[in-house]
């Protein structure tokens, strides 16, 4: 069983919805990264998702695109990332670390380290999961079959728009959870409707085995304990990155992980 499972069937169990932040791995400054998960883990999360830094970002609203321009600056990609993952991984063997990011990161560093070296490379550092924005279903059942050989869960996203055919693609090689992108635009935008949620939920559980994380649009205690109700697990990024983007370093890992066991005692309450 990945670590993935292994999060959520704990956490069901108990009776309890996952908590998955997002950070720019990199952001606000270089080294900063493995020190963030270890204080959002001990502020609650279950699962973080790490965001590798990418000059097109066609899915993220303009927090997280200032975000990932601020790390490019300072020199981080994959390789960095990876890097971050390991160090994570010297202090926790247990939280699970989903990378999200977008195609071109991937397929650069196959060419640049070999056929195979992004799966290879990743497992070895104590990564557990992949989201890759702009890869569909249809167009890389090789990918997750690499994946699912070296223990890794390949996570997809699915929207409002999301027809029941591509729910059925996308059930059928998605693995550790799936991602519904609630509103219809890029992260941090719009408003939250949490009766159209509820109401999509059941939809995807129709196809979808797997468990259902909500995103996009996710920032403050009453937005996510609304999602849990309905959800498995409760994913914010734009939230995260304001309240640390300005913040000198001493203050990061404190910020968010104040703001993240506010959101904890929500969910749990």
């Known amino acids: 069983m990945s670590r993935i499972a292994a999060t959520f069937a704990r956490l069901q169990a108990d009776k309890r919805k996952a908590l998955i932040p997002y950070v720019t791995a990199g952001f606000p400054f270089a080294d900063i990264t493995p020190a963030l998960m270890h204080g959002m883990v001990e502020a609650g999360a279950d699962v973080i998702e790490l965001g590798v830094p990418f000059s097109d970002p066609m899915a993220d609203g303009p927090v997280i695109q200032k975000a990932g321009e601020r790390a490019l600056a300072l020199g981080i990609g994959l390789?960095?990332?990876?890097?971050?993952?390991?160090?994570?991984?010297?202090?926790?063997?247990?939280?699970?670390?989903?990378?999200?990011?977008?195609?071109?990161?991937?397929?650069?560093?196959?060419?640049?380290?070999?056929?195979?070296?992004?799966?290879?490379?990743?497992?070895?550092?104590?990564?557990?999961?992949?989201?890759?924005?702009?890869?569909?279903?249809?167009?890389?059942?090789?990918?997750?079959?690499?994946?699912?050989a070296a223990g890794l869960d390949l996570i997809f996203l699915l929207a409002p728009t999301s027809t029941p055919q591509r729910m059925q693609q996308v059930a059928r090689i998605a693995s550790g959870y799936v991602y519904y992108v609630s509103l219809k635009g890029v992260t941090g935008a719009g408003h939250l409707d949490t009766a159209a949620v509820e109401q999509a939920l059941p939809r995807i559980r129709e196809h979808v085995k797997v468990p259902v994380g909500v995103g996009f649009g996710i920032r403050d205690a009453d937005s996510a304990r609304a999602?849990?109700?309905?959800?498995?697990?409760?994913?914010?990024?734009?939230?995260?990155?304001?309240?640390?983007?300005?913040?000198?370093?001493?203050?990061?890992?404190?910020?968010?992980?104040?703001?993240?066991?506010?959101?904890?005692?929500?969910?749990?309450?």
């Open 79 to 148: 390789a960095q990332v990876l890097a971050m993952v390991r160090t994570f991984r010297e202090r926790d063997g247990r939280t699970p670390v989903v990378l999200m990011g977008y195609a071109n990161p991937v397929e650069r560093y196959d060419l640049t380290g070999g056929k195979g070296a992004f799966v290879r490379d990743a497992a070895a550092a104590g990564v557990d999961g992949v989201l890759v924005v702009d890869y569909p279903p249809e167009e890389c059942e090789a990918f997750a079959a690499d994946l699912r």
């Open 227 to 269: 999602v849990g109700r309905v959800a498995d697990a409760v994913v914010i990024g734009t939230r995260i990155i304001q309240l640390i983007e300005a913040q000198p370093r001493e203050r990061v890992v404190p910020e968010a992980a104040a703001f993240l066991r506010g959101i904890r005692q929500a969910l749990d309450n």
